[in-house]
């Protein structure tokens, strides 16, 4: 009888734990943790006297952002560029709709001895860009790539595999980037990371190193990474453009809450 009762005292005891008991009690483990430790600045964790669960509510009542890339906007490989491609070297430009890369890639195309992969993120944009710009048919295609998605960058390394089947890569221009000054308040990638480092830095990062084996096998490759002056404070444009290109402290690497611990 005594069991009895100890058992249904622990049943009952039980039953008045949450189901988020085992987080908060996660979450306070960790807090000791960090006490313990060192201190280390971060970006995500104020050194004020806010703890680790105020920093989290605030996260998490925070409106999420708008996703760049839906799995419905997953295009259908394109095969057989190999024969379209022919001779010619087979060269990739990020952003080819607007600004450089609009015009990069149009005076590679006409030059005869390139075939250009526009790579963006609207593809019907970039369809009228080329008209405008005169490049000939057969001289391009147009394939999805939205850096600010980690999974599109896949995506597309897996598209332009299947379309230039065993031809390699002979060149990568990493032209596409966000640059975004005057926003009051940062955007952020569907990976959670600060729209400039997403887009500019890791979304590239990714693509170069699914390619790079790739472009080993082309004769004389090259990868191509487009800089602004305005990062380069040694230019005219660089001295007089504000806000300089600065990577602060950091704070752009990311804002998932799994982060914090």
Not at 83 to 111: E, M
Not at 183 to 195: C, I, L, Q, V
Request: hydrophobic letters at 40%; a positive charge; one cysteine or more.
């Amino acid at each position: 009888m005594a069991r009895l009762i100890v058992c249904l005292s622990i049943v009952a005891a039980a039953s008045t734990v949450t189901a988020f008991a085992p987080h908060y009690v996660k979450i306070n483990s960790a807090s000791r943790t960090l006490e313990a430790a060192p201190r280390v600045p971060s970006p995500f964790v104020s050194t004020s006297s806010t703890s680790l669960f105020e920093t989290k509510k605030l996260l998490e009542q925070a409106e999420l952002p708008e996703k760049l890339h839906f799995e419905k906007d997953k295009e259908i490989p394109k095969v057989l560029g190999g024969l379209v491609i022919g001779p010619r070297k087979l060269v990739v430009v990020t952003g080819a709709s607007s600004g450089l890369g609009r015009k990069c890639a149009a005076v590679l195309a006409k030059t005869g001895r390139y075939y250009v992969v526009m790579a963006v993120r609207d593809v019907e944009k970039a369809k009228q860009v080329a008209k405008e710009e005169g490049m000939p048919e057969g001289s391009y295609t147009v394939m999805k790539l939205e850096l600010g998605n980690l999974q599109s960058v896949r995506d597309f390394v897996f598209n332009l595999k299947a379309f230039k089947s065993a031809k390699p890569l002979d060149h990568l221009i990493c032209n596409a980037a966000v640059y975004r000054p005057t926003d009051p308040k940062p955007a952020w990638t569907d990976d959670n990371f600060e729209m400039s480092m997403g887009v500019n830095h890791f979304g590239h990062f990714l693509l170069v190193n699914l390619l790079l084996n790739d472009m080993k096998k082309a004769k004389d490759p090259r990868c191509c990474i487009v800089g602004s002056i305005t990062g380069n404070t040694n230019t005219v444009g660089g001295g007089i453009v504000y806000p300089f290109a600065d990577l602060g402290k950091l704070q752009g690497v990311g804002m998932n809450v799994g982060m914090l611990w």
